[in-house]
């Protein structure tokens, strides 16, 4: 069978299992038949390509065989841990006609064990020595649960072995058997030896958080959040102190912001406990770049003397000296791969916060002025900064615009640049829109002093923004405004306590 008809029955493989969902560890009686089918296409050891230049003497016919050569193995070791999760995960009890499926994979898995692919041969041999330990699972239990804590390390090694490797299936056991270490952490929540191990475990999550195979960075965000639950105090504060690392890439730290998500939400009501850690972490990600940091002074004293939301500025040297200095700030060079990043990261953590924002409830008070503050500063700078590209000229003179691949990357700079200052402001007013909606009537007792500037700087959004999301957000945002103060000053006769006419909104 060629690697193309194992891909067919591959196929196939999957669409059983989804059909079929977590049925498939209890009883596998139709997909161990289907990956016993593929495996039986191994059940002779592969020849050296010997007989390729008998049907064709062309080297590229020869490169082709390699690459599905290549192919079928990565199929078989999906095959292989497959089995693995069927044994590992699924039942121990199983019916007689599966035991004999998985007997019947002995002679195959036996000649696997011998793959020239490492990685293969280890799941073969492995799966093997399952199969054939099954009947001694029980007597077994017990020292396994004397033995477990002690194995940590062979444990953690065999699972980086695993994470090191080329293979998709591979990286996957591994995160796998990090999980299970994570599992063992929740036990020992008050031992001193576990909160070392915690932070191994952490930092090894940590620096799969670079894999490109989503299925593996995606499952290392999920342990980040599996051991914040387990060990919050200790695990929070480390994931806490990745996300602020600027040494860190911006990709990693986009994800950490993701994985700080995810254990906010296991928190439940002990989030108040950690409450400033999260704030003050999405807070200190969604300031500009250190290396923007005068740029965006300048922009904002600049900003203070154009946009007058509150006042006039009436100091003309103040202007003339700024705009003096705007040339040499906006001629300065930008790497925008690594600007349009920062902006995805600095969007992330915005839409983060205002998760966290809301699953605080009461809690978010100590730190709610710091919150709109940021987030005030943020779209007024950002609203400036599209001011400014308005301004400053095309980059390209007359000879190079005549160029036309010349002018399609100047465009396509400047969307760049469009993009990442959008994301900020998508994000920011995500953010007042999202508290206004999802505390309602609680944002009058939250942010009493606050919802005048909140009311203004939404309309000036609503007004001035020419992106249609941010202006979407900002309608929304003063709909659900208008609707909670209509809803105070002139309540209902259903919001009405029957008895003593009052107004039955607070009551909840």
Not at 170 to 175: C, E, F, N, V
Not at 191 to 216: G, I, K, N, Q
Not at 480 to 490: C, G, P, S, T, V
Request: charged letters at 25%; proline letters at 4%.
């Amino acid at each position: 069978m060629t690697a193309k008809s194992i891909e067919i029955v591959l196929m196939l493989l999957v669409a059983l299992i989804e059909c079929l969902g977590p049925s498939v560890l209890r009883s596998a009686v139709t997909v161990l038949q289907c990956i016993g089918t593929v495996l039986e296409t191994y059940n002779t050891p592969v020849t050296p390509s010997v007989n390729k230049m008998q049907q064709t003497g062309s080297v590229v016919h020869d490169d082709d065989s390699d690459g599905e050569e290549e192919k079928g193995d990565e199929i078989l070791t999906v095959c292989l841990g497959v089995v693995m999760t069927i044994l590992e995960m699924g039942s121990s009890h199983r019916s007689d006609s599966e035991e004999r499926q998985l007997r019947a994979m002995l002679p195959v898995l036996e000649i696997l064990s011998y793959h020239p692919r490492p990685e293969a041969a280890g799941l073969a041999s492995e799966a093997r020595a399952q199969i054939l330990s099954r009947s001694a699972v029980k007597a077994s239990d017990t020292s396994t649960a004397k033995t477990g804590t002690q194995s940590f390390e062979e444990l953690l090694g065999k699972a980086e072995q695993d994470l090191s490797s080329e293979l998709v299936p591979l990286r996957a056991r591994g995160i796998v058997t990090l999980t299970k270490l994570v599992r063992q952490s929740h036990l020992h929540p008050r031992d001193p030896e576990w909160t070392t191990r915690v932070h191994v475990l952490a930092r090894v999550f940590l620096a799969h958080l670079h894999d490109t195979e989503s299925y593996v960075f995606l499952a290392a965000v999920q342990g980040l959040a599996a051991l914040s639950d387990a060990n919050p105090d200790v695990a929070i504060p480390e994931l806490v102190k990745a996300l602020r690392d600027v040494n860190e890439s911006l990709e990693a730290r986009t994800k950490l912001s993701e994985a700080l998500l995810f254990a906010a939400k296991r928190c439940g009501e002990t989030l108040v406990k950690y409450g400033k850690l999260f704030v003050y972490a999405y807070l200190d990600c969604i300031r500009p770049l250190p290396s923007q940091r005068k740029r965006v002074k300048r922009i904002q004293e600049e900003a203070s003397m154009r946009m007058q939301l509150v006042q006039e500025v009436q100091i003309d040297e103040a202007k003339i000296e700024v705009e003096k200095n705007a040339e040499h700030f906006d001629n300065e060079p930008e790497n925008e791969q690594e600007l349009l990043a920062a902006a995805t990261l600095r969007a992330s953590c915005l839409s983060n916060l205002a998760e966290v924002c809301v699953l605080l409830q009461w809690g978010l008070q100590p730190y709610l002025l710091d919150v709109l503050t940021c987030i005030f500063g943020v779209l007024q700078l950002e609203l400036e900064l599209e001011h400014n590209a308005k301004r400053r000229p095309m980059s390209i003179d007359n000879d190079v615009a005549v160029d036309n691949d010349q002018s399609k990357l100047q465009r396509h700079r400047e969307e760049e640049w469009q993009q990442r200052v959008v994301a900020v402001r998508r994000g920011a007013v995500f953010v007042l829109r999202y508290l206004v909606e999802l505390l309602g009537w609680k944002i009058l007792e939250l942010m009493p002093d606050q919802l005048l500037p909140l009311y203004r700087t939404l309309k000036h959004v609503a007004r001035v923004d020419r992106d249609d999301v941010v202006v979407f957000h900002a309608n929304r945002a003063l709909t659900a405004l208008d609707d909670i103060m209509r809803a105070e000053l002139f309540p209902s006769v259903d919001q009405h306590d029957a008895a003593f006419r009052i107004s039955s909104l607070r009551i909840s």
